[in-house]
């Protein structure tokens, strides 16, 4: 018993970094219909960002979300402006599939260019020191991801909820022609709105770098887990995506202990094909009427 | 017979004699080792497009079962004992069988989900069984890879045998596609690419229809990861299950005309002796990459239809424009 509880201590902290790399995925895809498949290579790029600031100019990583963020935001207000609002007509979603695919791997061969593929981490001095909570292990640089995630999750529901900007985005997600009907720019919602799901990677990533060892190649095991949270938890849906992160960890941290760590990765494709078979459109994920 | 089926007849038979000549013209082995791998990507590409062009679902997964053929073969050899020399590339329509049977509950389940969400699903689908490979040890020998017997065949003419397989294999996935697009499955693709729902309400059987594509394009491409294995004589999980490859076969597709017959071959042949050169040139995997990515967007960006459609959309407007020239002047005769 105590081991699981560890591994449900373990899985919750490891899904919250999940959760906030998935929910620029699953808001992008909100308002654009557009899978955002370079999403894991984005956060591999902030984790090198977030690296490179530490090594040279030793820049606390945490400390580094500060400046990546905004760096990275910008970046997807590029990339949406050049890849993705250039495509057009009703292959659109799918084409987009690809684009951000082929971006992937762009950004995959530009780092492997400038970081050759030897595996990096962040180590700040606090990397390997753990609390003891009532007997359990807690470790200090995993809080401190949950605690940042859920910080930015909780910014993220705020600008969604409070402010004008979220509304407009809001009312994209639901219904793009009747906002736009209603006066929402729908070209500003979405260019911004992309950024946001870039920043969210790009937070994600600098704690990514201390949590993990990682090279250029990693984007494709981030990404899988990535696209499964966000098809578990529902297309477009934020709170979905959260749940599905936190189970995804759980689930993983508790077969690592009780059954074997080699099918950990394995068990939530397990889950997420059982889940499909009953909710075709996953937990919290409307029914796709037309497309 | 009609004289479209002739000319089309008349045009696989050609293709067919050229490919067969080739590699009994062309002694040069690195030259043949290209034709065995454009054949291998111009057969994927067509077994991609039979299931994802004509019903209008991307599959980003296809090379999944790639893998899975690769090693169905390969732990063949190991356990069943299937021969030597050319008798294992006989076993191979039975590996494909197999596969694509065995993948369909899987398709069933996934198919459940619509476009985007397919889509996701099957990309998933390529990390499970790169995960299979790795973990299922005592089969696959996990990531130290798995060794097939040397093929047992001439030096001078190692590549030969290889290359002829798959020609067969494009053949046969070019000729499925030829008499799918004929026939009423054909009819009924089109019509869920068109409007599933619409479809549906009229009567068509859209998820039999759509297993049926799925099965004949599983069987194809699990096949061609057969031969590759048997080629390469070395596979492991990474390898065997490579999204670039996946990628490739999606970016030749999509280059060539996605939907048509001719289009995902026209588009491995333009593109698989390019990305040779690029990593002959290039050497180092990393600029390659960045190199491919660039290629893809181009192609993406820039000619989202395809070659052939685009093609085809040009040559009738210069026949529209020649025949409103022509009435033109018509006219102007009349008035005179």
């Given amino acids: ?291 | 017979m009609s004289r479209a089926t002739a000319a089309s007849l008349v045009r696989g038979g050609a293709f067919a004699a050229a490919g067969i000549a080739f590699p009994f013209v062309v002694h040069a082995a690195w030259i043949v080792n290209i034709g065995v791998l454009t054949l291998m990507y111009a057969t994927l590409a067509t077994a991609w497009n039979l299931f994802s062009g004509y019903t209008g679902y991307i599959s980003l997964g296809q090379v999944a079962f790639f893998g899975l053929g690769a090693y169905t073969l390969g732990i063949s050899f190991e356990h069943f004992g299937i021969g030597s020399g050319y008798n294992p590339l006989f076993a191979l329509p039975v590996v494909g069988a197999g596969v694509a049977l065995a993948s369909l509950p899987v398709a069933w389940i996934a198919l459940r989900t619509r476009h985007m969400t397919f889509a996701i699903v099957t990309l998933t689908l390529l990390f499970v069984v790169q995960q299979l490979a790795f973990n299922l040890h005592s089969l696959t020998h996990g990531s130290s890879g798995l060794m097939l017997p040397t093929p047992t065949f001439d030096i001078a003419s190692y590549d030969r045998p290889f290359y002829l397989a798959m020609l067969a294999l494009l053949l046969a996935a070019l000729g499925l596609c030829w008499i799918v697009l004929r026939s009423k499955l054909g009819l009924m693709l089109l019509a869920i690419r068109e409007d599933e729902e619409k479809a549906r309400g009229l009567g068509v059987r859209v998820t039999g229809a759509k297993l049926v594509a799925w099965w004949l394009s599983i069987a194809i491409t699990a096949m061609a990861g057969g031969v590759w294995a048997y080629y390469l004589t070395f596979i492991y999980p990474e390898s065997a299950v490579d999204p670039l490859v996946m990628i490739g076969a999606v970016l030749m597709t999509f280059l060539g005309g996605r939907g048509t017959l001719w289009g995902p071959a026209i588009g491995a042949f333009v593109l698989v002796p390019a990305q040779q050169y690029l990593l002959t040139r290039l050497g180092a995997s990393e600029l390659y990459l960045v190199g491919y990515s660039a290629v893809f967007m181009v192609v993406l960006l820039v000619l989202p239809r395809g070659i052939l459609p685009s093609l085809r959309d040009a040559i009738e407007r210069t026949r529209e424009r020649r025949r409103t020239h022509g009435k033109r002047i018509t006219r102007r005769e009349a008035a005179a």
């Fill in chain 1, 1 to 291: 018993m105590h081991n699981v509880i560890q591994a449900v201590i373990l899985g919750v902290l490891i899904g919250g970094v999940y959760a906030l790399m998935a929910s620029g995925l699953t808001l992008v895809f909100g308002i654009m219909k557009v899978i955002n498949v370079a999403q894991g290579a984005l956060v591999i790029l902030a984790a090198y960002l977030s690296y490179a600031l530490f090594t040279h100019l030793h820049v606390d990583p945490f400390l580094s979300i500060l400046v990546v963020t905004p760096a990275m935001f910008v970046l997807g207000v590029l990339v949406q402006v050049v890849f993705v609002r250039t495509l057009r007509g009703p292959d659109a979603s799918e084409l987009s599939l690809l684009v951000t695919w082929a971006l992937a791997l762009g950004i995959e061969g530009v780092l492997s260019v400038i970081f050759k593929t030897t595996f990096r981490a962040t180590n700040p001095s606090y990397a390997n020191r753990s609390w003891d909570v009532l007997g359990y292990q807690v470790s200090e640089v995993r809080v401190l991801a949950f605690c940042a995630s859920a910080v930015l999750l909780l910014l993220l529901s705020v600008l969604l909820t409070r402010t004008r900007f979220g509304r407009s985005v809001r009312a994209t997600v639901q219904n793009p022609t009747a906002a736009a009907l209603l006066g929402v720019d729908e070209r500003r919602v979405s260019t911004i709105g992309f950024g946001i799901g870039v920043s969210m990677a790009a937070a994600a990533g600098a704690v990514y770098g201390v949590l993990y060892p990682f090279n250029p190649g990693s984007h494709y095991d981030l990404i899988s887990r990535l696209l499964s949270i966000v098809v578990l938890g529902g297309l477009g849906s934020l709170g979905g995506a959260v749940v599905a992160a936190l189970l995804m960890g759980v689930t993983e941290a508790v077969v690592a202990v009780e059954i074997s760590p080699t099918w950990a990765a394995f068990s939530f494709f397990v889950v997420l094909l059982v889940v499909l078979l009953v909710r075709p459109q996953g937990i919290f994920g409307l029914r796709e009427r037309t497309l």
